[in-house]
């Protein structure tokens, strides 16, 4: 009776630390460390000169960080950004350079700015831009519903109906901007010669109120380069 006794309490304790250790198995699986990674306070625009107040430290998922995510304010602070950091960004080290390493891009007007914009993979316009070619930049808002095209074989009727998926005056065009660098994902400018390398950002020649705009747009919506082949 008394080995009966002790074996049954042998197989509750060895139930109980299995049990235990299924939990801790579990909650370590669960289990995710954190990394402090540089994020932007506010936006920062090409050739800006990053300062302490324009950029902070956040704890995040390590799965969440890229792995050229900064991770030191002081790899951040004194040097410029190559390409435009949207407020909230994470800031990559390919993103940024030091002062002396970033060529400059020039503009035609000492009062405008230039304003950056990501390619996306279906933007095939990108292989063809130049620098210093002239664009139309058009904003498709996001409630903008499918644009449906009329065929001209189709009855009246239907012409009129298939209009009506398209609202003109909700497309808006920035007219004759000029494109002052073509950017690769590393922020190295690209030339108008023999491209073996995608170009990832554009950055416009824009003033104060086109530029204003284009920030709006980004996150309100699509944008969409218009280009005209130069002729040779």
Do not use: C
């Not at 991770?71 to 390409?83: I, N, P, S, T, Y």
């Amino acid at each position: 009776m008394k080995r009966l006794y002790m074996a049954l309490i042998v197989a509750v304790a060895i139930v109980a630390l299995v049990a235990t250790e299924v939990v801790i198995i579990r909650s370590l699986s669960n289990f995710e460390p954190k990394i402090p990674v540089v994020y932007a306070k506010r936006q920062i625009l090409p050739q800006d000169e990053i300062t302490a107040d324009m950029v902070e430290i956040k704890n995040v998922n390590i799965s969440y960080a890229h792995k050229l995510a900064v991770r030191r304010l002081e790899d951040v602070v004194g040097q410029k950004a190559r390409v435009a950091i949207e407020s909230g960004e994470m800031i990559l080290s390919s993103r940024i350079g030091y002062v002396d390493d970033i060529p400059a891009i020039e503009l035609k007007k000492a009062e405008n700015r230039l304003f950056t914009v990501e390619f996306k993979p279906d933007q095939a316009n990108g292989w063809w831009l130049l620098v210093d070619q002239y664009v139309d930049i058009l904003y498709v808002p996001d409630e903008e519903p499918t644009i449906v095209v009329a065929q001209a074989s189709a009855p009246q009727d239907s012409q009129n109906q298939a209009r009506h998926g398209y609202d003109e005056s909700k497309v808006v065009r920035l007219s004759n901007i000029r494109v002052a660098a073509i950017i690769d994902e590393r922020g190295n400018l690209l030339s108008n010669g023999k491209r073996d390398i995608v170009p990832r950002y554009v950055s416009f020649e824009v003033d104060d109120k086109q530029d204003a705009f284009l920030a709006y747009a980004k996150s309100h919506g699509r944008l969409e380069i218009s280009v005209r082949p130069s002729r040779k």
